[in-house]
């Protein structure tokens, strides 16, 4: 009989951020998938879970799928874990997904932490239509994109990383206009959680004289014209 893939969110900041059924799940499963093990494994040592574990990450998804499928049709249980959040939203698991899908094996997700809505909903921006954009092309593309955007009138949501979050939101005030109102989050759900709002003019300003620490999820209202 064919065993399952799990789809398991885990906490982007705070460990007590997981779910009862994601609890019991790592402890039924046959192996756990992780983006970094070291990572996983202190929020499974932390529960004193104890399970054989596997590196599933970016670099080697992709050599690994069908051999994991195949496993999991086999009979094996195996829960996939990223190191914060839900497996597939900007992190490894859609490949695995798919493959599992195709050769007909179960595939189960978890419902549990992703970062940006809370981010979206602490925005004070409207949440009924909005667009995930996630991560932006770091070269190709990008412009053009941006210049798609800047025509929808949903609400836009961004991630970023601190190294890069100065010179794009500086990018967002160029294509969207320094009148747009945003709102920036980061360290969702940990001790120096903050979320700042304003134009991107102010933004620019207030994020241009701080010290960048955290992950970083950016909220733009949509266009009124």
Do not use: W
Not at 10 to 25: F, S
Not at 157 to 176: C, D, M, N
């Amino acid at each position: 009989m064919p065993g399952k893939l799990f789809i398991v969110p885990t906490p982007i900041g705070n460990l007590e951020d997981i779910t009862l059924r994601a609890l019991r799940i790592l402890k039924e499963a046959d192996l756990v998938l992780a983006e970094d093990t070291r990572t996983s494994s202190v929020l499974l040592k932390h529960y004193n879970i104890s399970k054989p574990m596997r590196a599933h990450h970016q670099h080697n998804e992709h050599r690994n799928v069908v051999a994991l499928a195949k496993r999991i049709f086999d009979g094996e249980n195996i829960a996939l874990v990223s190191d914060a959040g839900t497996p597939g939203i900007s992190d490894p698991g859609f490949l695995l997904v798919h493959e599992c899908l195709q050769v007909g094996v179960e595939v189960e997700c978890l419902p549990g932490p992703t970062a940006f809505i809370p981010a979206l909903v602490v925005s004070g921006l409207p949440c009924d239509r909005f667009l995930f954009e996630g991560f932006l092309p770091q070269k190709k593309g990008r412009k053009t994109r941006l210049q798609e955007l800047t025509k929808l009138n949903c609400t836009l949501v961004f991630y970023e990383s601190p190294h890069r979050i100065v010179k794009t939101l500086s990018e967002f005030r160029e294509f969207f206009g320094g009148h747009r109102k945003a709102s920036v989050s980061r360290e969702i759900s940990k001790l120096f959680e903050e979320t700042t709002r304003g134009t991107l003019d102010k933004l620019c300003e207030h994020l241009g004289l701080k010290s960048i620490r955290g992950e970083f999820v950016i909220i733009i209202e949509g266009s009124k014209g």
